[in-house]
């Protein structure tokens, strides 16, 4: 027999259904106890305040409240849900790459050369 058909039926026809992961809540939104954050392969994002996680590295929400996404160290993220009420929902987090402005020279600016007159 054949081991190769013809150009009949084709042989690729079968795939698994897709699993839909990612963020399904963004930083700022409001959710309900119980609403999935997060679905996720392994701990990219961690469990932070008030977020539990399944078996599955699935983030879900146990209390009622709004999300913020944080750092843990230097480079792990974490997911935290708070009361709207919570003061840590009004302080400013840092973000990466952000650095403190300089303060104006308090010197008198010197001329160089170019700005000298010829």
Do not use: C
């Amino acid at each position: 027999m054949a081991h190769k058909k013809g150009q009949g039926a084709s042989r690729n026809g079968r795939t698994s259904n897709p699993q839909y992961r990612g963020i399904k809540i963004y930083g700022g939104e409001e959710v309900t106890a119980g609403n999935i954050l997060v679905r996720q392969v392994g701990s990219v994002v961690h469990a932070g305040n008030n977020v539990g996680r399944g078996s599955d590295f699935t983030l879900f929400a146990r209390i009622d409240g709004v999300v913020r996404y944080e750092r843990l160290g230097r480079d792990r993220k974490k997911v935290s849900v708070y009361t709207k009420t919570d003061p840590r929902l009004t302080s400013v987090a840092p973000t990466r790459g952000v650095r403190a402005v300089k303060k104006a020279s308090t010197k008198p600016a010197t001329k160089t050369a170019a700005a000298a007159p010829a």
